[in-house]
């Protein structure tokens, strides 16, 4: 009984310790993690700049405005504010589907929010002619106060500051305009804005929310006449909490200084620093301290493994007073949803896949299979690709593999495996070692034992017989005592 407890216990520590050798070793891991220059080259080709260009003319009530509180006065008796109008008015999107289905925001492509704009510049204008009238002194005390209530004096807040003011009169104003929406080429080499759009892609807007303003839902979706373009996958559900990193990708208008400055997005990072609730409850809204400004609406906020988890939209009169210090994004459920409505299906196509396996495989130093992956990834629409982003790459496996760091084969796998084994693997193996050693010891001697013993159970079996022989009688013998008694 107590030889069986003894093996017990061997074969007991010995399980353990196997169990805990590939515990050690560590589980093949789904998760990956790319560096920040890997995921903006990831994410980057699938965001694009949005452009509306807006025609006509335009016809409001003659005002002016109160410089200490900046609210519109009406005057009635003066004749009425007329003018053209030829503007551009920029804003962001990504590409869910190859085939050209792009998300924005509503208020991106929406006319109701083309006249807020209007009215935002007149107010604006009219503002500034004034400003320009006053001594140096008396400016500096305006400005002075317009900086304290709005935390502004950026041309766009202020855009969007006097379209929320002069919002009231737009029932009386007259808009004869017309608009047509473009999504930049972002591989176009043109120094103008203008020649940008006339390059750029003709966009149709095939769902919006009119009511955006309302119910927050600001998620609209357009369309382009292009294949295989690069995607960015949804998250199934936002999982977003308060300290948890993100990044956004944008085109911000007060970002651009010049005319190439038009496709260069902006991709910033932070924290999410609040989760509140819509007006009526229905969804979250979430907070971040990530930088953004006017002509980032639309753009993605992406996790670290580059899904987007919302859709930034540029909520002007919560960001009044606060500059561009918050950003607001709407969960990808909206997304979805809208998404769902429409009959579309978000797919990753044949870009983002590729480069993310490409960028897993050389991180991994597997460069002959990521050089393959990265060559399938430059299949993509060549108008929306920057080849020689993915040739940087490309080039660092080919360097890899030229001083023999990489790993391609079994072989190679294992020699990097014995070679970076962290110290409590090799306790884990020394542990077995041990274990194993006792074991066999454990076992020859019981061998040994048992050899010895039988030898001894051998010998004294001999020896029985022997002692017993002599008092065996022999047939013979009996015989003849039978025939004395005959």
């Known amino acids: 009984m107590r030889q069986n407890k003894n093996y017990c216990f061997f074969l007991a520590g010995l399980t353990a310790s196997m169990l805990f050798l590939p515990a ?21 080709p699938a965001v694009v700049r949005i452009v509306t260009h807006v025609t006509g003319k335009y016809s409001l009530p003659a005002f002016d405005i109160d410089l200490k509180t900046f609210e519109a006065v009406e005057k009635p008796k003066d004749r009425p504010f007329t003018d053209k109008v030829d503007s551009y008015l920029l804003g962001s999107g990504f590409v869910v589907r190859p085939d050209g289905y792009i998300v924005t925001n509503s208020h991106v492509v929406s006319k109701t929010e083309i006249e807020n704009e209007i009215l935002g510049r007149v107010w604006a204008e009219t503002l500034l002619k004034k400003i320009s009238t006053l001594s140096l002194s008396e400016a500096y005390e305006v400005e002075k106060r317009l900086e304290d209530k709005f935390q502004t004096q950026n041309q766009q807040d202020l855009n969007l500051i006097g379209g929320y003011i002069l919002g009231p009169m737009k029932a009386k104003s007259k808009f004869e ?16 804005l203008a020649k940008l759009v006339e390059s750029g892609f003709d966009a149709q807007v095939l769902s919006l929310n009119p009511d955006f303003a309302k119910d927050q839902r600001d998620v609209a979706l357009i369309k382009i006449d292009q294949n295989n373009l690069p995607t960015l996958p949804l998250a199934a559900a936002a999982t977003l909490s308060p300290g948890q990193k993100i990044f956004i990708f944008g085109y911000p208008s ?3 200084f010049n005319g190439t400055d038009f496709l260069q997005p902006s991709f910033t990072s932070g924290v999410i620093s609040a989760v509140k609730n819509s007006d009526f409850g229905d969804f979250k809204i979430y907070q971040t301290e990530a930088k953004i400004s006017t002509g980032s609406s639309g753009g993605p906020l992406i996790d670290q493994t580059g899904y987007v988890q919302a859709i930034i939209t540029f909520e002007s009169s919560q960001s009044f007073g606060q500059g561009d210090n918050f950003a607001f994004a709407l969960p990808v459920e909206l997304v979805r949803q809208m ?25 991994d130093r597997h460069c002959k299979t990521a050089i393959g992956q990265f060559a399938t ?18 080039d660092a496996c080919k360097n890899n593999i030229s001083e023999g760091s990489s790993l391609d084969s079994k072989w190679d796998n294992f020699k990097n495996e014995i070679k970076t084994l962290p110290a409590v693997v090799w306790l884990g193996i020394l542990i077995i070692a041990l274990l194993l050693a006792v074991f066999i010891t454990v076992l020859i001697r019981q061998s040994s034992r ?5 030898a001894e ?9 022997k002692d017993h022989s002599d008092i065996v009688p022999s047939p013979s013998g009996r015989d003849k005592n039978n025939q004395n008694r005959l």
């Open 24 to 44: 050690a070793f560590g589980s093949a891991d789904d998760n990956y993690h790319l560096s920040q220059e890997q995921l903006a080259d990831l994410v980057q």
């Open 177 to 192: 305009v017309v608009s047509k929406w473009t999504v930049l080429k972002p591989t176009a080499a043109e120094d103008s």
């Open 254 to 256: 007060t970002a651009t």
């Open 339 to 363: 998404l769902q409505k429409n009959n579309i299906n978000n797919q990753t196509g044949s870009f983002y896949e590729p480069l993310l396996q490409a960028f897993i495989s050389q991180n």
């Open 377 to 394: 990834a430059k299949k993509a629409n060549s108008s929306f690709i920057f080849f020689d982003k993915i040739q940087k790459y490309i």
């Open 450 to 454: 048992l050899k010895k013993e039988e």
């Open 457 to 465: 159970i051998k010998l004294l079996e001999a020896e029985y017989a």
